[in-house]
């Protein structure tokens, strides 16, 4: 069975930093394309941050590009998303996604881009 458990949230000040995880079982996540979203209260999910099957590609949301840096380690089927300078508009739930099939490079910025989703982790920033 494949699981993507994110980890890392928190309540936070604005300014501050938080990194999150996403780690993967079930499979192997080497070659898949694979990003963040996020869900603030009333909000539909938007697109964060994606990165290519390989790590060679990202992609940021222009709301998060300069603060936030993704990475991925495949060989311990794990990727991150480093969060700083956090604004109180960064809360939400973040949710970590990856594509079922393997592509080295990065899937369109669309939630339905995504097989797989991870049941989220509250990041709270407060002003």
């Known amino acids: 069975q494949v699981q993507l458990v994110e980890s890392g949230g928190g309540l936070v000040q604005a300014g501050d930093s938080l990194r999150l995880s996403c780690a993967a079982s079930?499979?192997?996540?080497?070659?898949?394309?694979m990003g963040w979203f996020r869900q603030a209260p009333g909000k539909e999910r938007e697109f964060v941050v994606a990165?290519?099957?390989?790590?060679?590609?990202?992609s940021y949301a222009d709301s998060v590009k300069g603060r936030f840096t993704i990475s991925r380690d495949n060989a311990k089927n794990t990727m991150y998303l480093q969060m700083n300078s956090l604004k109180p508009e960064d809360t939400a739930v973040y949710y970590c996604?990856?594509?079922?099939?393997?592509?080295?490079?990065?899937?369109?910025?669309?939630?339905?881009?995504?097989?797989?989703w991870g049941q989220g982790t509250q990041v709270t920033v407060s002003s």
């Open positions: 996604a990856a594509d079922s099939a393997i592509t080295y490079g990065l899937r369109p910025k669309t939630a339905n881009a995504y097989d797989y």
């Open positions: 079930g499979r192997t996540f080497s070659g898949h394309a």
């Open positions: 990165i290519s099957g390989g790590g060679e590609s990202t």
